[in-house]
């Protein structure tokens, strides 16, 4: 499979993922695709994809951070 | 039975041939865009950064290409963070993340006795591991290898960091924590690894442990041998060779530095390193006039990290001294440094894969009552390991009765200050070289062919 196609798929499942992580109150299943999640981030970047350094900074600025 | 989930391409070299043989205009321009993401996540997060890009009065916007980067974006050196850990430890505010995005925790050695401590998201830890992968792949290790890691786990990253490639790779790691070297060479037969993982000369004096218990290590099970934490067999061609046949096996190694990243995996020519450009840019300074140095000449080799975001480093002066090459005969567009590490621009050196500053001896000297500031710094190689002897010389007027004692309270100093035990010396007062500040005090008196290059003028 050449690269373009890799990566429609890989922005496809990130979104996929994305739906879950914000719906489920399981917090295994939570932090198990927040590691997919990473891990999908990190193909696009060494497919060279233009992505955001740190992703796991969006989930929190969007949700808050741990409780103090 | 469960199917171990191996790659189907394992016939390939290239760990990612995508980017392993990415045009250089492209993997510029990557670079571009990368190092303007790090810049403004440590503007953005990090108040060491707020501070020092405003005083330069540059910023992320400002970079439009490497050149700007290069010449407008300020240097950076390890002290400047020490300084402000140590004010206000554990990391004072050069952490550019909320602590609790810290999933692990190391050190190095710093340049004046006091560690730097290196803070890591677990996403930092990950890209670091995958390095490692490169450096595996590259020479012929695969996910059905075993990896035997001969050292004990502590607060030094490099084999934390060899121990996440190996988990990203898919391999097995057998940990060879809390034995000793006999005990190493007993596990290596019962377990039968495939990959040695061990600083090079630890690697070739378990191998003389081997043999006076009457082990031939080149009928173990070891195929392969990697190395990290001090000079190693693509640096120093007399060393591979010693290792290779010592162990009947390929060797290798990682460039790397605790902070940043392990940044350069050897090639499989075993000619030097390629640096990561997937983890890192990289670009060679001459130490002498500021400017680029050119290709194939000896130049700093200075970092930006795109693996460690909880404490970045940018446009960070590692003292390595490199010949840097944009072509290499194994096909890969990653910059490559002939030799690896040809010396420092700073006295430093390196002891069992610690890491040993002049200064840093020199402070700890300073401090104890009845050493005087005349001392050097011996190294030699016994049974395949470094070891460094402290000569000192007590003031004068110390009592002879007091030599010992004085002895082993130096000795004890530098190993908590240090992690690393040295012997020590005392010579009589009056009877050792007088210096001019400053100047090197290390004598090396290894065989000149287990030097790096510059070290053995």
């Known amino acids: 499979m050449d690269r373009e196609p890799m990566l429609e798929r890989i922005a496809g499942a990130r979104a996929l993922l994305r739906e879950v992580i914000e719906a489920t109150d399981l917090p295994l299943i939570e932090r198990a695709l927040l590691l997919a999640d990473m891990n999908l981030h990190w193909a696009q970047w060494n497919l060279g994809a233009p992505v955001s350094l740190m992703p796991e900074t969006e989930y929190t600025a969007e949700r808050g951070r741990n409780p103090e | ?457």
């Open chain 2, 1 to 457: 039975m469960a199917i171990r989930p191996f790659l189907r391409n394992q016939e390939t070299p290239f760990w990612n041939r995508y980017y392993e043989t990415m045009p250089r205009e492209q993997l510029d321009a990557l670079h571009l865009h990368r190092l303007r993401l790090v810049l403004r996540h440590a503007y953005d997060n990090s108040a060491f950064y707020r501070r020092k890009l405003d005083r330069a009065g540059v910023h992320s916007d400002d970079i439009r290409t490497l050149d700007d980067f290069k010449r407008r974006v300020p240097l950076l050196d390890k002290d400047e963070f020490i300084l402000l850990q140590e004010e206000r430890p554990p990391y004072g505010d050069t952490l550019a993340v909320p602590p609790d995005y810290v999933a692990h925790h190391c050190e190095t050695s710093g340049t004046t006795g006091i560690s730097l401590r290196i803070p890591y998201t677990g996403y930092d830890t990950e890209r670091y591991g995958e390095a490692w992968c490169y450096a595996f792949w590259w020479l012929g290790v695969r996910p059905r290898d075993t990896f035997y890691f001969a050292f004990s786990w502590g607060l030094f990253a490099g084999f934390w960091s060899a121990y996440w490639g190996v988990r990203r790779l898919g391999a097995t790691l057998y940990s060879g924590g809390g034995q000793n070297s006999e005990g190493h060479i007993r596990m290596i037969q019962k377990l039968r690894p495939t990959v040695l993982v061990s600083t090079p000369t630890y690697a070739l004096h378990l191998a003389e442990v081997a043999r006076k218990t009457g082990v031939d290590p080149a009928s173990l099970s070891v195929k392969f041998t990697f190395h990290a934490g001090e000079p190693g067999p693509c640096a120093i061609p007399a060393m591979r060779r010693q290792i290779e046949e010592a162990w009947g096996a390929r060797a290798g190694e990682m460039l790397g530095l605790a902070e940043v990243h392990a940044l350069a995996p050897s090639c499989p020519t075993q000619q030097g390193v390629h640096v990561d450009e997937t983890g890192c840019f990289s670009w060679s300074r001459d130490p002498a006039t500021g400017e680029e140095a050119p290709e194939g000449g000896v130049g700093e080799n200075i970092i930006t990290t795109y693996v460690n975001n909880a404490q970045p480093l940018i446009n960070y002066q590692t003292h390595d001294l490199v010949a840097r090459y944009n072509q290499c005969e194994c096909g890969r567009t990653w910059a490559f440094f002939k030799g690896v590490v040809l010396g420092r621009t700073d006295f430093m050196t390196t002891i069992r894969g610690t890491n040993v500053y002049q200064a840093a001896v020199e402070n700890i000297l300073g401090q104890i009552e009845g050493v005087s500031h005349h001392y050097q710094l011996v190294l030699t190689r016994v049974s395949g390991l470094d070891r460094m002897c402290v000569r000192a010389e007590p003031v004068p007027g110390w009592p002879a009765e007091r030599f010992l004692e004085l002895a082993r309270i130096i000795e004890e100093r530098i190993h908590q200050a240090l992690q690393v035990r040295l012997e020590v010396e005392l010579a009589a007062p009056g009877t050792l070289p007088r210096y001019e500040l400053k100047t090197r005090r290390i004598i090396d008196q290894r065989p000149k062919e287990v030097r790096r290059i510059l070290d053995r003028v």
